[in-house]
C-alpha cells in the first residue's frame, strides 16, 4: 500500500448508528487531518493531529469524535449523525504542519450518506 | 473574514490554454497551494507559491502577487484528462490552510 487510503469508500447509515472511517498513511508524515467536502463548497478542516496530539478542532459537533492512536492511523467515529453530515470525508496527511512548503496528500475519501 | 475567491466553472477547447483566477483574503499568508480533484477522487498537489512570480512546472504555472491577494493558475495545451476541479488554498498566519470552493474546468474537443 502507497500514499493514503480510505476505509469504507462508501457508508450509508441510519442517524441511530455508530459507524468509524479509518484513514492510514504510508508515507512516514507526522501531521494527520479529517476534512468534509460537501458539493460546491470549500473544503472544511475538521481536526488535525500533530504527531498524534490533535490541534485543532474547528468546532466539531460531538457527534464527530477522532482517534489517532498513532501518527500513520486516524479514526473518525460517528454517532447519532444528521442528513446534512451526508458528505465526502476525506483524510490527508503532511510532515508537518508548519514552516515549509508541507503540502498535503489526500486520500480517496468515503462518501457517507446519512438516512 | 478568511475568504478566497474562484470562479465556479470555466470551460475550454482541447490544446487550448486557460488561466483560472483566484484571489484571497486571509489572516497573514505562508504560502498558495493548487490542487487538482477529478470527480469522485482524492485532490492531488498541483504547486505551491509563497515568493511573487510564476512557477513553471510542465504545461501548468502558477502565478503570485501577494501585494494584489492573487493568484492564478495556467493550463496550456488543455488534455481531456485536464477536465477536473481546481482548488486553491491560502496558509494563514497560524499554518492553517483555508480552501477556495474550487473551479470545475471542462474541456470540449
Known amino acids: 500500500e502507497t500514499g493514503v487510503t480510505q476505509t469504507p469508500r462508501h457508508l450509508v447509515m441510519g442517524m441511530t448508528n455508530k459507524k468509524s472511517l479509518k484513514c492510514e498513511q504510508h508515507l512516514g508524515h507526522n501531521a494527520m487531518y479529517w476534512y468534509k467536502q460537501s458539493a460546491k463548497k470549500p473544503l472544511e478542516l475538521m481536526f488535525v493531529?500533530?504527531?498524534?496530539?490533535?490541534?485543532e478542532n474547528n468546532s466539531v459537533p460531538s457527534r464527530f469524535s477522532p482517534e489517532c492512536p498513532n501518527s500513520s492511523h486516524l479514526f473518525l467515529h460517528l454517532h447519532t449523525l444528521q442528513p446534512e453530515d451526508s458528505a465526502l470525508y476525506l483524510c490527508?496527511?503532511?510532515?508537518?504542519?508548519?514552516?515549509?512548503?508541507?503540502?498535503?496528500?489526500f486520500g480517496p475519501g468515503t462518501r457517507l450518506t446519512v438516512t | 473574514g478568511q475568504n478566497i475567491d474562484q470562479p465556479t466553472e470555466m470551460t475550454a477547447t482541447e490544446g487550448a490554454i486557460v488561466q483560472i483566477n483566484c484571489t484571497y483574503q486571509?489572516?497573514?499568508?505562508?504560502?498558495l497551494f493548487w490542487y487538482q480533484q477529478h470527480a469522485g477522487e482524492a485532490p492531488t498537489f498541483l504547486s505551491y507559491?509563497?515568493l511573487d512570480g510564476l512557477e513553471e512546472k510542465g504545461r501548468f504555472s502558477s502565478f503570485l502577487s501577494r501585494s494584489k491577494g492573487y493568484s492564478y493558475l495556467l493550463l496550456k495545451e488543455l488534455q481531456m484528462k485536464d477536465s477536473a476541479s481546481y482548488l486553491c488554498a491560502v496558509r494563514d498566519s497560524n499554518y492553517q490552510l483555508i480552501w477556495g470552493a474550487g473551479t470545475k474546468l471542462i474541456i470540449k474537443p
Open positions: 507559491n509563497v
Open positions: 490527508a496527511s503532511s510532515r508537518g504542519t508548519s514552516g515549509d512548503a508541507y503540502e498535503q496528500y
Open positions: 486571509t489572516s497573514g499568508f505562508n504560502g
Open positions: 493531529y500533530n504527531f498524534k496530539e490533535q490541534t
